[in-house]
């Protein structure tokens, strides 16, 4: 069932200029040159709406949750989990309890990760990935397969950078029992065809956790059409604070495994003997959590919602491709990932030149971008080198910032070439 965010009507004009009022730090100079922020693939900028509820549940609100019956623990609770239910409203998962609230994607990842392993793994059994993965969604498998002795399998990417589908398919087999992929890769733009890898995954009985961090601000996320098992993103990624993050994952399954920490609120009963775990989704939410983050990331979720986020990734892609044409007209530059399907994301090098020398250059300028592997190693060691240039996009950037940008790394270049 399609809900009231998934379906709204597509804004006519996306008012770039308004929008960028609302966040605060974009009045910041750098070096004397006005902010050009493109780093937003390592973090979103938070709009003034965000920073005042952060505040005003210090000022108005603050309290342990779910364990007072004091006003002011009942007004946090209330606002936690109503923030609980946007996220749910968000992504279109089927109720409340399939949210649990972490620190971040890769909090999420090592949870699910841990759980499923008990749940699902025999020595022999395998795990596949994708070449394209974020350290977030390699590592812990290699630790889970180290633990459990089952074998980490990697399907490969083709010189774009899109997972190739034939070899994907050729590693799924009986012995498959998890798949994790990215939903778009961090480091290079790639948006992979999660539908069809998850409906090939589960063809051969594999539960499916997808990464989505770099998909939730730039991508409009139902994870009952995609019917993935488990669906992970960061609130910092979207314009919510830092240290709060989402794991979506099916009733049935969040049921069905065993919690990866244990402690208070995650329990209905605990005696020496045996202890009974809470319901979920809190049987998974072990002690005091991120309450003014989590309440943050839903009005977050709200000013996206409220701005018609439709609107904004369509102005978002208009200003990609406009960057990519600029960014392809300069000489002995060279794109690093080139798939039909991208998003956000801006990686390139150039002939000679060393990624972090061409940054800091660009921040001499205003410009701010990241530069080195982008915790993506093994799509650095595909493309045989060590790093790239990483100009990554979002709602608030505008075509004249592009223009300074291109400006910043033709003078780079003409400095160290």
């Known amino acids: 069932m399609m809900n009231e965010y998934h379906a709204q009507a597509p804004q006519t004009v996306f008012d770039v200029e308004q929008v960028r009022k609302d966040f605060p730090i974009l009045k910041e100079s750098i070096n004397g040159h006005p902010l050009v922020y493109l780093d937003n693939a390592a973090t979103t900028h938070k709009p003034q709406v965000v920073i005042d509820t952060i505040a005003e549940f210090y000022q108005s609100q603050n309290a342990n949750i779910h364990r007072g019956v004091h006003t002011l623990s009942q007004r946090g609770t209330d606002a936690y989990e109503a923030a609980r239910a946007k996220v749910q409203n968000f992504i279109n998962a089927d109720s409340p ?53 089952s074998n980490l399998v990697v399907a490969p990417i083709n010189d774009d950078g899109e997972i190739i589908i034939p070899e994907f398919e050729n590693r799924l087999s009986p012995k498959t029992k998890i798949v994790s992929f990215g939903h778009i890769s961090n480091a290079l733009g790639t948006i992979n065809p999660v539908q069809k890898l998850t409906s090939l995954a589960h063809e051969a009985q594999a539960t499916v956790l997808i990464d989505g961090a770099q998909a939730v601000a730039h991508a409009l996320v139902d994870v009952q059409n995609i019917d993935c098992d488990f669906y992970a993103f960061s609130g910092h990624k979207i314009f919510a604070p830092t240290g709060v993050g989402v ?42 959590p991120n309450i003014a983050g989590a309440i943050g990331l839903g009005t977050a979720l709200d000013y996206v919602i409220d701005l018609n986020f439709a609107a904004a990734i369509s102005y978002e892609d208009d200003l990609f491709n406009y960057a990519i044409a600029r960014l392809c007209e300069i000489d002995s530059l060279r794109m690093i990932g080139t798939a039909i399907e991208k998003a956000a994301v801006l990686s390139f090098t150039i002939d000679n030149v060393h990624p972090q020398d061409i940054g800091l250059l660009l921040d001499s300028q205003g410009v701010a971008v990241r530069t080195g592997h982008h915790c993506a190693m093994p799509v650095m060691q595909r493309y045989g080198i060590s790093g790239t240039v990483r100009a990554s996009l979002s709602i608030y950037n505008t075509k004249a910032e592009i223009d300074s940008f291109i400006r910043a790394v033709i003078k780079a270049k003409d400095m160290l070439v």
């Not at 994708?130 to 350290?135: D, L």
């Not at 020496?272 to 072990?286: Q, W």
């Open 97 to 149: 309890s399939e949210v649990i609230f972490t620190r971040g994607t890769t909090d999420s990842i090592n949870l699910a990760a841990n759980s499923l392993a008990r749940y699902l793994l025999s020595k022999g059994d395998e795990i596949l990935i994708s070449e394209s993965e974020h350290h977030s969604n390699i590592v812990p498998w290699q630790m889970i397969c180290e633990q459990y002795g």
């Open 247 to 288: 794991l979506f994952g099916k009733r049935e399954l969040l049921e069905a495994i065993s919690p990866y920490q244990g402690g208070g609120d995650m329990i209905k009963e605990v005696r020496f003997d045996k202890t009974e775990y809470n319901d979920i989704p809190y049987k998974f939410e072990a002690g005091t």
